[in-house]
């Protein structure tokens, strides 16, 4: 089990949270406790990378949906970058790709 780290850096569009670990049953709390301090003003983007995200199970998923609805709430955009194939997979087989932007990458999610 990788532990979750999750690190928050402003791009020109927004704020970007970088994942990192496991984010499942035992960690997704911390993301979930994260996003509500996680200021947005309307027309910009939060963008999660998922770059270094080695797991992702049904609470994961959970707390992207929380941060696609604080964005959405806000008034601001949402994607996920740099998704990782296993976690893509499962992204298209609950159809959430069709709801979540996915970019290949955080500096193209977040328009740089």
């Known amino acids: ?4 780290k999750i690190t928050a850096r402003d791009a020109a ?4 949270l970088e994942i990192f670990g496991e984010l499942d049953y035992f960690t997704a709390g911390e993301l979930l ?3 509500p301090t996680i200021t947005l003003q309307p027309g910009r983007r939060l ?30 955009d949402f994607a996920l970058a740099a998704v990782p ?3 893509l ?4 087989i ?5 709801i979540f932007p996915v ?9 740089r």
């Open 33 to 35: 406790e994260l996003i």
């Open 47 to 76: 963008v999660l990378d998922l770059s270094g995200m080695e797991f992702c199970d049904s609470s994961g998923l959970s707390a992207l949906i929380a941060a696609h609805q604080h964005a959405q709430a806000a008034q601001a």
């Open 1 to 4: 089990m990788s532990p979750l």
């Open 94 to 98: 609950v159809g959430l790709d069709q």
């Open 85 to 87: 194939a296993h976690t």
């Open 103 to 111: 970019h290949p990458d955080s500096d193209i999610a977040s328009g």
């Open 89 to 92: 997979r499962t992204l298209r």
């Open 13 to 16: 569009t927004g704020p970007v």
